[in-house]
């Protein structure tokens, strides 16, 4: 594969010097730009893209022909591993993710098998191939998957939840049942990261949107123990070259301390804490990556710069920060916006580093 000619996301991430800070954002691939609309009305629904390699690839290319990004994320769903252990994976529009077979009790999460990823989801280590070929080396491809509890929402609730009654109830009634879930969601997500890394993501990320919906204890046991065997697990050198390992808990506070034991190479941190707080929390164990609030997004320009300024000067000096935001990117943000911030991370970022 074609020589990586900006490397300054991997190095950020693996906490080496680097004369500006990188920046990528959450969901940069995807509703707020008006050409991934037109590409998702072509294919007719969202896991019809997500299953084409040929349009996947375009959605994951398009933000990096308009702003000036120092990564690509694949274009992907959270949910393609329950999909493929047979599920039932749907979407129902302004409700979201869907499934027609949700795993609610001891029995069925026995009965659930771990599916042969590298067959099920080959659409997606097809897509990651070809992003790689159209991206030529400009920037590094990250590739990600869901975390077991996260994933383990959605398929024990059945779709989208707040409250998250039923997988709660599993934690405090059953815990081993819900340990023997997270162990092969665990076991599927290895081999899911690491065909995309075979594939060529050159680094990955582990969401992990609902972990710290649980107690700091059963975070542990549940959600971190479980991203703990995923990074146990992975392929962590590729072509000779690291491949870095991001892990984002959204409202891990704290809980970033405990994270940061891990052994992965950076945690997301949302617009909650303040990064260096969180630096405080990580003791400059693991590079730190956020965490600008994205509603700053529907602020002026001079909001936004403001905004960059301010996150900036809360990590402060030396190397080890990724600039993004503190979640995905929202629909109504106009595509300028996020050019503004992307300008202003370029401009300010290099009086934090030596080089």
């Known amino acids: 594969m074609s020589e990586l000619k900006n490397d300054v996301l991997l190095r950020a991430l693996m ?4 004369n500006r ?18 590409l998702r009305a072509q294919a007719g629904d969202f896991m019809s893209l997500c299953q084409n390699p040929e349009l996947a690839c375009e959605v994951t290319v398009q933000p990096l022909r308009r702003f000036k990004l120092d990564a690509a994320i694949l274009f992907s769903d959270i949910l393609t591993i329950p999909d493929a252990m047979g599920l039932g994976l749907y979407f129902v529009s302004g409700e979201g993710p869907k ?6 009790d001891a029995r069925a999460i026995k009965a659930l098998k771990v599916p042969n990823v590298e067959k099920k989801l080959d659409y997606v280590f097809k897509t990651v191939g070809r992003v790689r070929k159209e991206l030529n080396g400009d920037v590094p491809l990250i590739g990600f998957a869901g975390s077991p509890f996260t994933v383990g929402t959605y398929m024990v609730e059945g779709g989208s939840s707040r409250t998250f009654p039923t ?28 065909a995309q890394i075979d594939a060529g993501a050159q680094a990955v990320q582990i969401f992990d949107t609902w972990g710290a919906a649980l107690e700091a204890d059963q975070f542990r046991r549940f959600s971190m123990a479980s991203m703990q065997k995923i990074i146990d697990g992975l392929t962590r050198t590729h072509d000779g070259r690291q491949v870095p390992v991001i892990v984002f808990t959204k409202g891990a506070g704290p809980l970033l301390k405990d994270l940061a034991e891990t052994g992965c190479d950076a945690l997301g941190v949302d617009w909650t804490t303040d990064l260096a ?4 929390y990580v003791s400059d164990k693991v590079a730190l990556q ?31 920060h990724v600039f993004n935001l503190g979640h995905g990117i929202t629909p109504d943000i106009k595509p ?20």
């Not at 800070?21 to 037109?38: D, K």
């Not at 499934?99 to 609610?104: A, K, M, T, Y």
């Not at 997988?167 to 690491?194: H, Q």
């Open 15 to 18: 906490r080496e010097p680097v």
């Open 21 to 38: 800070t990188p920046v990528w954002i959450m969901r940069q691939a995807g509703r707020y730009l008006p050409e991934y609309r037109e």
């Open 99 to 104: 499934f027609e077979r949700p795993v609610q």
């Open 167 to 194: 997988i709660k109830g599993i934690a405090a009634e059953s815990p081993e049942v819900l340990d023997l879930l997270m162990d092969k969601i665990a076991e599927a997500t290895i081999e899911y990261l690491n």
């Open 277 to 280: 707080t969180a630096r405080q």
């Open 290 to 320: 956020g965490n600008l609030d994205p509603a700053t997004l529907r602020e002026s320009p001079e909001v936004i710069r403001q905004g960059v300024a301010d996150t900036l000067a809360s990590y402060g000096d030396g190397p080890g």
């Open 336 to 355: 300028e916006h996020l050019g503004a911030l992307v300008d202003a991370v370029h401009e300010l970022s290099p009086q934090y580093h030596d080089q």
